[in-house]
């Protein structure tokens, strides 16, 4: 019995033997993917709100009765049409007296002054005393400037007339209606008959670190692409300019404000909306990157394991110029070169030296993925 369990103990060591191989302790299973050099923009990340380009809240600047609503709710509207009609008839009246009060004032006057004319060549052969010609010459001054009021009187009469006829000052979209056919509407009123929103082009407002605005001001010149998209879609972004920096930093936040206009011909950008947002400054044509997931921290600061040729790894110090949600930009010291194998997965159980079973890869190459807004260049 004792050499039996001898025998079975001594064969039990000599398949432990075997699998561990003449080559000491197994290899481990990694993901690797290779160093690449190729063109990375530098984008700064924010979120935005969408603004329409000018908005408008239409009043009326005469009260009287609603009679017509030209449009529905929601409508899109042209600068200069028609949407709001007020019962004329009371304008219209006051016109024609205005008018009639200044043909009557008209004919007077030209009375006035003909008798004014007429003391005038009077008072120099003295058939008229000096104080009846100035009092002609007065009175017909007067008549002059009663006149130039009733002149006035019809202008405004006319403008209320106008004024009866209300029209879009702005192309956009309307709002909710405020007020229906046969309503009162009252000169001035705090509430708009309705609000116009110019979303065609349209803006988006965002801000950006105050550390990142020399880099925005040095790049500004260049009609700088922003690309905006929703959290909640996965549609593809919709592209603008920057074309606003505010002249000062907030002090409460340290951001300052920016604004890009897009053409929103698709209506994909609606007032009020949260967007996601990429300012790109600039394209680095040669950036040495490799997957975010191969760079971890340490004491020493950032390293990755690099897969040497014999299929052992080494761990390599790396310095991250800047980062993105999908790669981190290496800054090109020798320690890592294109084409390298670093490992993506599998760090955890790695030590220098170890020999690994590559199971899988990763690729680097593929679109331009948005930088974190915390990268510094």
């Not at 310095?319 to 993105?324: G, P």
């Not at 199971?359 to 807004?373: K, L, M, R, Y």
Request: aromatic fraction near 4%; hydrophobic fraction near 40%; charge should be neutral.
């Amino acid at each position: 019995m004792k050499r039996l369990a001898l025998l079975t103990l001594a064969s039990a060591v000599l398949v432990a033997c075997g699998r561990r191989g003449p080559s000491g302790p197994p290899k481990v299973p990694v993901t690797v993917a290779r160093a690449e050099q190729q063109a990375l923009p530098y984008e700064i990340a924010a979120t935005g709100t969408v603004e329409p380009l000018q908005t408008a809240a239409i009043e009326s600047q005469v009260t009287g009765i609603l009679t017509r609503v030209t449009f529905h709710e929601g409508d899109e509207v042209q600068a200069g049409q028609l949407l709001f009609e007020i019962d004329p008839r009371p304008f219209q009246a006051a016109l024609e007296q205005a008018r009639g009060m200044l043909a009557r004032d008209l004919a007077q006057l030209a009375s006035a002054q003909a008798d004014a004319q007429r003391y005038a060549q009077l008072v120099k052969q003295d058939y008229v005393t000096q104080s009846d010609y100035e009092q002609k010459r007065a009175a017909a001054d007067a008549l002059g400037a009663t006149v130039r009021a009733d002149s006035g009187a019809v202008t405004n009469a006319q403008l209320n007339l106008e004024w009866a006829r209300i029209r879009a000052p702005i192309a956009g979209r309307t709002g909710r209606l405020l007020v229906r056919e046969g309503n009162l509407v009252r000169a001035n009123s705090t509430d708009p008959l309705v609000v116009i929103n110019q979303i065609h082009p349209i803006l988006v407002r965002f801000a950006v670190p105050e550390r990142q605005l020399a880099d925005v001001q040095h790049y500004a010149g260049n009609r700088l692409p922003v690309l905006a998209s929703s959290a909640k879609s996965d549609t593809a972004p919709a592209t603008g300019v920057l074309t606003f920096i505010d002249n000062a930093v907030d002090t409460a936040t340290g951001a300052v404000t920016l604004k890009a206009q897009f053409a929103n011909g698709d209506n994909a950008l609606w007032p009020g909306e949260y967007l996601n947002v990429r300012l790109r400054l600039y394209t680095e044509d040669s950036a040495l990157v490799v997957p975010t997931q191969a760079v971890m921290q340490g004491q020493q600061g950032s390293y990755l394991f690099v897969v040497n040729g014999d299929g052992t790894t080494r761990s390599q110090t790396v310095a991250i110029e800047r980062t993105t949600d999908t790669y981190a930009v290496l800054v090109r010291n020798g320690a890592v070169r294109p084409g390298d194998e670093v490992v993506t997965d599998g760090q955890l159980r790695l030590t220098p030296g170890a020999k690994v079973q590559i199971t899988g890869t990763s690729n680097t190459e593929g679109g331009s993925p948005p930088a974190d807004p915390e990268a510094s260049r």
